[in-house]
Structures are given as structure tokens and as C-alpha cells.
């Protein structure tokens, strides 16, 4: 079989090529398949063969003669002293992989299926890569099936490996907490290994599952880079990693717990989806990438085919205090806003009268709704907004009928003399999804609640990372892997016996965003955080890899709850109208002069809804004291430009704001459509902008003089190619 392999096999997409070495099953030392080139797109007088010569090394001072290739799966039989992508063994033995190419699958012009075999280890492995038209974005998984007779332990099984650049040589990765996820993190790469590992069974807030690799002059509008992301909603591995040798690779994988995965004979396990964007025009460019392939490949049409509608959710209006009366109050007044979809958010199940009992019992509360939820549901139809709903079906309480009833249910540290005693987070446990009963369950109580009444959308949420996650069911082995994918099946079963119902993810705001559970829902709870300054940055980092669409973004009180800094409507609604716009605060208390201006908000966001959920993001250079940020229509027609002021400016006056994106040749009217009335401390550009035509070309390189702006303020250009 192997003489019918060519030492090289291309793919193309619209503007990148990926070249895979497959030289390795030939004479001398093997090797399992590699990426020779990942990048922008190579001409037809372009060979791999003249890529392989300009890539010839040398043996090192005290380095073997043939280094170890940066394999898809660097391998451990092969020598690899970098982080193996296969570890496996049979009881300890058979642990060092040596594979051989047996077959390549050409599909198309743009994907490849390797498939090797490794005898020493009794394993197969099958690599699948594809480069999406579209996007440019490549998409890479690495299976591995049990050939053996035995059980076979697998420790890890990335994703294929990415080679690096070594003038790619600076790591932007992300931090974060709750309440501020999605946080840049820059980093210079160096010799050694940057690793960042997650273990809490979601993604996470303070380790996304993101990176970007870049050299010294990339910014927003120019210069090369890759981007990966994972997409998975578990526990999860980064790992990027400069050798001494002088070559530096990215690695991507799920994280497993000891003992965590096995598989017996013909068993198979398969890597979560990388996701890769690569560039030479600028982080912005990336975004647009990763934006295009989400829009085309996992976004469910339930949500194209109407406008994203503007929320109104209950939690930071009313907590726990529900009652059908003020909620009916509430409707009211939000639908007088603008708003579409009315959510109501926890505390209306059984004992719910605070976050420390009742998850589990999924019934409504008839001490809070002696109707159930019906003369709700009509009121706010009748109101003409659609219904929505919270709930956090992986959790129990201990104080409720579901954790009285089955104590079993839980997720725990293991079972035995000794095991750990379990650990409550919001007073709260984690129910055991791997358990056929445990979903049936829970898809029974979703889906009564669903045939009941007509609710459009649930708010899923996840309070709490898994501690402890081990299964009694299995032997008390971890098993976030399997509680992972029981997830996704639980909403897989409901959206197919439901196909209309919406879905966001929530993990305490933004600890469950990722391409993975994306497959799933619908859009995401960015933060928790309705502070408009801090959501500035958050939403800066969520915007690398997603498109406005799927951001939750509401419009929080005066004071916001979390960081207790008050912010004026005009800031809060024009952070919020850049995302998936909703209004998260009592409507009951707000002053007349407020409710006015976030009136005026929505229906700005209606009116350009179109072109903010679907233009490209072009996100500009700003100060640590800025944000700015623009969404331009695909054809260059229409564009809208923020432009933030954090703090005070540091000159007395501020400078110019270039707008990129727009068509050069092109003549644009510009007009600052919000703050509704912008005022500044003397006569300004604000007199004079709106309505002026004035050509893409100096937008672009001569750029619109700021007025001299309040600390927390900002301004929204709209541009219309005339
Ligand atoms: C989480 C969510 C919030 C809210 C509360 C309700 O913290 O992120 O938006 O729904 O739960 O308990």
C-alpha cells in the first residue's frame, strides 16, 4: 500500500494552502504524516518538492543526525522530545509509537485523510484535515482506534500539531475570572513550554481555549499569524513550545485525568475539532476568518432565518423576588422599550427562593405561579415578545426532591475508603450525565416543560466547575470526558425533538464558550459582568474568535451590580448594541430620562441589526485608555465605527480615528448617529461631521478629528457609501 503514496499532498482553499509531508514511509527512519507549509495560498509554480529543499536542516552539536519530525502526532518511538501527540500503553508496556503512512485519502481539493498504522503500540490513526473554502479555515482531528487484542490507555491524543514560524515568536493567549473573562494575554514565546491546562469541565473563564501565534510587527490591520482554537467544552490542554533544536510547534488536545480514557480492542477515541486561521493581514483579518466559518458552518439556521431578538432578561431586575405581578409590570415596560424576547431568568422552580436549594426539582413553583407559567407566557405574548427561560439542568442541590430521592446521581471523588467527601460550589453538585437515567430525566423534565408551554429559548446555565469527577457508575473514574459528551447528546435529543427551541450557553457568564458546545446553542453569555467599561475588554477578547451575533450583551443598571461604577445609558446601550443586544436591569426603578434613551438604543440596534450581525469586524489600534472597533457590510457599502473613551484623554485634545475597511475609491456620508445628542466642551467637529462626504481614502489614512470627549463616553459613526 505504501508505494501508492505520494511524498506530498496539497489542499487549497481561497487564499491558503496546507502541504503535507508524507515522505516518512520511504527508506530509513519513518515517520508519521507532517505539515511541511500552512499559509497563504501557493501559486501554481510553487512545489512542494521546492519547499522541501529550502527546508533542508543540519545535524546540531549534540542532536540526533535526523531530528524527529513535528509529526501531526509527534511520536515517542520516533525520538520526539517535545510533548508526544499519541501517549498510550498496554499496562505500562507498548508505550512508544512508531507509525507508518498506510494509506491518504484525497477528498476534493481541500481535505486529506491519513490514515497510519503503528504495530508497536497496536493502534491506528486517522488525521483528517480540511481548509474551508470560505473561511480559509483549516479544520484538523487526530483518531485513534485500539487494533490490539488488549485494553489500551490513552494519556493523550491532541489534536494534529502545528509547526510554528519561529519568527511567529509571540504568544497571545487568555486569562481571566469570572466576571471578566476572555482577558488578552501576551507573552514573548520562549525556549521551553507555554502550557495552559484547564480541569473544570467547562471551558472555562480563565483559560479559553485560544491562541494566536504572531511575530514582533503583527497588529490589527497587518502582519502574520496563526490562530487555533479547541473546540471542546471540557478539560483541555495549550501547549506551545520552543525546542532547543530551533523549531517551535502549537499542540492542542483534551486533558484527561489519570485513568481517564481506555480503549478496548476496536475502540476508538476522537480528538476535538482544531480550529486554525492563518493570516499575513492582521488580527482583524483572523477574526474575520474564524467569523465566516462560523456563520456558514455552525450556526443553525433556527437563528438566520429572523433578526437575533433584543432580550429582556429578569435576573439583575429581580433575583429571586419573582412574582407574576411585577414580572407582568416588567413585560410591560420592556416591550414599551423594544425588547423581543422576554427570559425569565432563575428562582421559578420548586423551593428556588435562593440559590441554595431546589436545582434538580425542574417543576414550576406554584407558591410563586399558582397558574404555572401561563398567565405569563400570554401577557408577554401579548405583548408580542417571544418567551424565554433559565435553567441549569447538570446541577442538583442537596436540599431538593431529586438529590433526596437519588443521592447516587452525583459526580464525586471516587468511591472507596478514603474517597475525598464531596465538595459544595453555590451550594450546589453536579449530576452525573453519563448515567442513561440521569438524562432521561432531565430530558423529560425539559421536554414537558417545553410541550407545556410555548417557550422559545432557554438560558442553560452551569454554576460550577467539576471538582470532583469521578462517576460511581464507572468505578468512581473520572469521566468528564463522557459527562462532556452526554451534554452535547442531552441538547442534541432536545433540539431534535424540539427543532425550533434556542439555546444559549451560560457558565456563570463566559465559562462555556467554544466552537464545540457552539455545535449545540445558539449564543452565548459573555460575561456576567454588565459593566460597560469592562465589557469593552471582554468583548475585545470574545471577538477574536466570535462574531457579535452570538454575544450576549445587555444593558445592565446605573450602578452596575458588579463593579458597583456607574455608567451613563448612553455608554451602557452603546457597548450592548455591538452584540447579541439585551436589557438586563429594573425597568421598575429607571428614571423616565433613561428609559427614553435605551428606547432610542434598541431601536438603533434594530436598524443596523443586519449589518452588526453580519459585516466583518475591523478592530483598530487603540490606547490602553480606548476601544474602537468597527463592522463593515462585505460589499463596502455601510459601515459603523465605535470609538470608546475609558478614561480621561492624556493630550488636552485628542487625535484623529482612522476607520479601516472601508472602499478607498469610494465617497462615504458620515454621520455620528449615537450618543443621540453628543455635546463637547466647545464648538467641535461634532458641528461640523454629519452629513459630509468624504472618500474612503482619507477616512482611512487621514482619519476623523475626536472631540474632546468625558471620561467613559463614546461615539458611533455611521457610514453609507454614497
Ligand atoms: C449565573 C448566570 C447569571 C444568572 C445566575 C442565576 O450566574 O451567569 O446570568 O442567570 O446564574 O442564578
Not at 505504501?2 to 516518512?24: A, K, M, N
Not at 495552559?196 to 472555562?204: D, H, V
Not at 499542540?251 to 486561521?277: D, I, K, R, V
Not at 457597548?575 to 447579541?580: D, E, I, R, S
Request: proline residues 5%; charged residues 20%.
Amino acid at each position: 500500500m505504501s508505494e501508492q503514496i505520494q511524498p506530498f499532498y496539497t489542499v487549497h482553499s481561497l487564499h491558503c494552502s496546507l502541504v503535507l509531508d508524507c515522505r516518512g514511509t520511504g527508506e530509513g527512519i519513518k515517520h508519521g504524516p507532517a505539515i511541511l507549509y500552512w499559509g497563504a495560498r501557493l501559486g501554481p509554480e510553487t512545489t512542494p518538492e521546492m519547499l522541501a529543499l529550502l527546508g533542508t536542516r543540519q545535524e546540531a552539536q549534540a542532536c540526533m543526525p535526523e531530528e524527529s519530525p513535528i509529526a501531526l502526532s509527534p511520536e515517542l518511538g520516533a525520538g520526539f522530545q517535545g510533548n508526544a501527540g499519541i501517549q498510550v500503553h498496554r499496562d505500562g508496556g507498548q508505550w512508544a509509537s512508531y507509525s507508518q503512512i498506510e494509506s491518504v485519502i484525497e477528498d476534493g481539493n481541500d481535505a486529506l485523510t491519513i490514515v497510519s498504522i503503528c504495530l508497536a503500540t497496536q493502534i491506528k490513526i486517522t488525521h483528517r484535515l480540511a481548509l474551508d473554502q470560505q473561511s480559509d479555515v483549516l479544520t484538523a482531528t487526530t483518531e485513534l482506534t485500539n487494533i490490539g487484542d488488549s485494553t489500551l490507555w490513552v494519556d493523550q491524543c491532541s489534536a494534529p500539531s502545528i509547526p510554528v514560524p519561529m519568527h511567529y515568536n509571540k504568544i497571545l493567549g487568555f486569562a481571566g475570572r469570572w466576571g471578566n473573562e476572555f482577558q488578552r494575554q501576551s507573552v514573548d514565546r520562549f525556549m521551553g513550554t507555554y502550557l495552559r491546562e484547564n480541569r473544570s469541565g467547562r471551558t472555562s473563564h480563565d483559560s479559553f481555549p485560544g491562541v494566536i501565534l504572531h511575530t514582533e510587527q503583527t497588529n490589527e490591520g497587518a502582519g502574520a499569524a496563526y490562530g487555533l482554537h479547541l473546540g471542546w467544552s471540557g478539560n483541555h490542554q495549550i501547549r506551545v513550545e520552543e525546542q532547543f533544536v530551533g523549531r517551535a510547534y502549537a499542540q492542542m488536545g483534551e486533558l484527561f485525568l489519570p485513568g481517564e480514557l481506555s480503549l478496548e480492542p476496536n475502540e476508538s477515541y476522537c480528538s476535538p475539532t482544531l480550529y486554525g486561521a492563518s493570516t499575513q493581514s492582521g488580527l482583524s483579518s483572523l477574526s474575520q476568518c474564524f467569523h465566516r466559518y462560523i456563520r456558514s458552518n455552525i450556526i443553525d439556521s433556527r437563528c438566520t432565518e429572523k433578526p437575533r431578538p433584543v432580550h429582556f432578561n429578569t435576573w439583575e431586575a429581580m433575583y429571586f423576588e419573582l412574582s407574576l405581578e411585577r414580572l407582568c409590570t416588567l413585560a410591560d415596560e420592556a416591550a414599551a422599550l423594544g425588547a423581543e424576547r422576554f427570559v425569565l431568568d432563575d428562582g421559578w422552580f420548586n423551593n428556588r427562593r435562593s440559590d441554595s436549594a431546589g436545582l434538580g426539582d425542574w417543576f414550576v413553583d406554584e407558591t410563586v405561579f399558582p397558574q404555572g407559567l401561563s398567565p405569563l407566557i400570554d401577557h408577554v405574548q401579548a405583548k408580542g415578545m417571544e418567551f424565554g427561560l433559565w435553567v441549569e439542568p447538570e446541577m442538583v442541590n442537596p436540599d431538593s426532591d431529586l438529590y433526596r430521592a437519588h443521592p447516587d446521581w452525583i459526580l464525586s471523588a471516587g468511591v472507596g475508603l478514603g474517597a475525598a467527601p464531596l465538595l459544595l460550589a453555590r451550594n450546589q453538585l453536579v449530576l452525573d450525565l453519563t448515567r442513561p437515567e440521569v438524562q432521561d430525566y432531565l430530558f423529560n423534565c425539559i421536554h414537558g416543560l417545553l410541550s407545556e408551554y410555548a417557550i422559545g429559548y432557554f438560558k442553560w446555565d452551569m454554576n460550577r466547575a467539576l471538582y470532583q469527577p469521578g462517576s460511581a457508575h464507572c468505578e468512581g473514574r473520572a469521566v468528564t470526558h463522557y459527562q462532556t459528551l452526554a451534554l452535547y447528546e442531552l441538547i442534541a435529543r432536545i433540539r431534535s425533538a424540539h427543532p425550533t427551541v434556542e439555546i444559549e450557553s451560560c457558565a456563570s457568564g463566559g465559562g462555556r464558550a467554544d466552537f464545540g458546545i457552539l455545535a449545540h446553542t445558539d449564543r452565548i453569555w459573555t460575561s456576567d459582568t454588565n459593566d460597560a467599561l469592562d465589557r469593552l475588554r471582554i468583548q475585545n477578547g470574545f471577538s477574536l474568535f466570535f462574531p457579535a451575533e452570538l454575544m450576549g450583551a445587555h444593558v445592565g443598571p446605573k450602578d452596575c451590580h458588579i463593579t458597583g461604577r456607574n455608567i451613563d445609558m448612553a455608554t451602557r446601550a452603546g457597548v450592548a448594541m455591538f452584540g447579541y443586544m439585551g436589557i438586563e436591569a429594573n425597568l421598575l426603578t429607571m428614571e423616565e430620562s433613561e428609559k427614553t434613551e435605551l428606547k432610542a438604543a434598541v431601536a438603533l440596534h434594530k436598524q443596523h441589526r443586519e449589518l452588526i450581525h453580519s459585516g466583518d469586524l475591523v478592530r483598530l489600534e487603540s490606547g490602553d485608555n480606548e476601544n474602537s472597533f468597527g463592522v463593515v457590510s462585505a460589499d463596502q457599502d455601510e459601515a459603523l465605527f465605535s470609538y470608546a473613551l475609558l478614561d480621561s484623554h492624556r493630550n488636552s485634545a485628542p487625535g484623529r480615528l482612522c476607520f479601516r475597511g472601508l472602499d478607498p475609491d469610494a465617497q462615504y456620508e458620515i454621520n455620528i448617529v449615537w450618543p443621540r445628542q453628543p455635546t463637547s466642551i466647545s464648538t467641535s467637529i461634532l458641528d461640523v461631521i454629519n452629513g459630509a462626504v468624504i472618500s474612503g481614502d482619507a477616512l482611512a489614512n487621514f482619519g476623523v478629528q475626536l472631540p474632546i470627549m468625558l471620561p467613559q463616553s463614546l461615539l458611533i459613526f455611521h457610514l453609507q457609501k454614497r
